[in-house]
């Protein structure tokens, strides 16, 4: 009788990553993947960019890459948004093997799926949705780039930007990222309508399908009420935010419409889209801190978004108020129970986070020295697989990654690569469990 053997599902997620972005990076130091060369380091920090769907670029997209490079790259982002999700939702499960009780649900937790329930559904499910919606934003994008370029150069441009804008991987083929038509509504609309909907998780788009457009249930889960909730008042304050402090600094001189525009697209792209139609350098401190904290938080839990998700945040802060409030052992909401067990897991997520955006801002500011903001703005936006960045000093229209040495964008590939597989995933990588058949005496310690 032949006996199934355990596999490490988290350990070999992140294989599956570092595989592919092995591969790529092999691919973009072919000489046809760019116009003037590319350094192993720089050929790396884009393949990690890109299945990580994080947006810095160490290159000038428009004009350093071939199309055979820009193809590899929007390769990346299509198995960083989709592919790769969908992959590992079924792969593992019809390998023969046998994967232990902790695995499962480290896996599950890991692609932010629900239950094991028809998983080759969902994964179907979640192919689908991508496919139609990126091409309804194709066909947006075709029909707004068509005023620039000639039909076929239209189509690939717009082709990319919708992947990349539904995958919230921010790339762009424009040098200018989409300041290029800023004075425009329909791209910078199109691109948020995207990278909204991909953030808010396949979870949620199938919960609000199943239950107004099919009525196969009669309410909304409590899962997508908070999503819901959460994302749209990060969209609104964010928005107000900026309109109130930017209005009359960065944005001073706009109309009051294009003012509404600029300060809605900004506030909505920090959660882990990247892209940008103004000049993020322009912003004052407070508003740059604001964006830190939103890269932070990111998307939602089984869409295409990084960050430590808004459910995570909204559940950390329902925690907080329990505890102030008396109530150790219950977290309720919407007349539902939720499991403290959910409450200890994203205070470790949380937990975790901030020590990873230390970490690599020390050792940025060790290896480099540069100026503090920028390091950390940078760090925020990697972690959130974000893609925002403050701009080098040395490159236009490239990434502040630009300007660091090899050790510093090799700190910045990791810190990516953590915000997208998860640091609860990293850490059960690294770790093997070694559950306690006892029990110490307890004994109680001052604290605060």
């Not at 950390?376 to 697989?385: D, I, N, P, Q, R």
């Not at 953590?418 to 850490?427: A, L, S």
């Amino acid at each position: 009788m032949k006996i199934s053997k355990e596999i490490n599902a988290p350990r070999l997620l992140i294989f599956g990553y570092l595989g592919i972005i092995s591969i790529s990076t092999l691919l973009l130091l072919l000489p046809f993947s760019t116009t003037n060369g590319i350094s192993v380091i720089d050929a790396l920090f884009t393949a990690s960019s890109g299945l990580c769907v994080t947006g810095l670029i160490v290159k000038n997209m428009a004009l350093d890459f071939t199309l055979f490079g820009k193809c590899i790259i929007l390769t990346l982002i299509q198995i960083g948004g989709l592919g790769y999700m969908t992959l590992s939702t079924t792969f593992f499960f019809f390998l023969g093997k046998k994967i232990s009780l902790r695995d499962r649900v480290l896996f599950k937790e890991s692609i932010n799926v629900l239950s094991f329930e028809n998983l080759k559904r969902f994964a179907w499910r979640v192919f689908r949705i991508t496919i139609a919606l990126e091409l309804i934003g194709t066909i947006l994008f075709y029909i707004f780039f068509l005023k620039k370029f000639n039909p076929l150069t239209a189509l690939g441009h717009a082709f990319f930007h919708s992947v990349s804008a539904f995958c919230n991987a921010g790339f762009s083929t424009f040098s200018e990222n989409l300041s290029l038509f800023s004075s425009s509504t329909g791209v910078p609309l199109t691109a948020a309508a995207l990278f909204i909907i991909g953030g808010l998780g396949f979870i949620v788009i199938s919960d609000v399908f199943m239950t107004f457009v099919k009525k196969a249930k009669k309410r909304l889960s409590l899962h997508t009420i908070i999503v819901l909730r959460t994302t749209l008042a990060f969209i609104v304050c964010g928005t107000i935010f900026i309109l109130v402090r930017e209005g009359h600094h960065a944005l001073q001189g706009y109309t009051f419409a294009e003012k509404l525009l600029f300060s809605f697209f900004q506030a909505v792209t920090p959660r882990t889209a990247g892209f940008n139609t103004f000049s993020i350098s322009m912003f004052s401190p407070i508003t740059l801190l604001m964006f830190m904290l939103f890269m932070f938080i990111g998307a939602s839990p089984g869409g295409t978004g990084g960050g430590v998700k808004t459910t995570t945040f909204a559940l950390l802060c329902k925690w907080i108020k329990e505890l102030l409030l008396g109530r150790y052992s219950d977290i309720s909401t919407h007349k539902k129970r939720i499991p403290i067990e959910q409450a200890f897991r994203s205070f470790v997520i949380v937990g975790l986070a901030v020590f990873v955006v230390i970490l690599s801002f020390a050792l940025i500011m060790l290896f480099d020295n540069p100026r503090p903001l920028k390091a950390l703005f940078e760090v925020f936006s990697a972690l959130g697989t974000v893609g925002l960045s403050l701009g080098s000093a040395l490159k236009p229209f490239c990434s502040f990654s630009y300007d660091l040495s090899w050790i510093s964008k090799l700190v910045i590939i990791i810190t990516m690569i953590t915000g997208r597989v998860g640091t609860i995933t990293i850490g059960s990588a690294l770790l093997r469990p070694h559950p306690m058949d006892f029990k110490y005496p307890e004994e109680p310690i001052v604290i605060g």
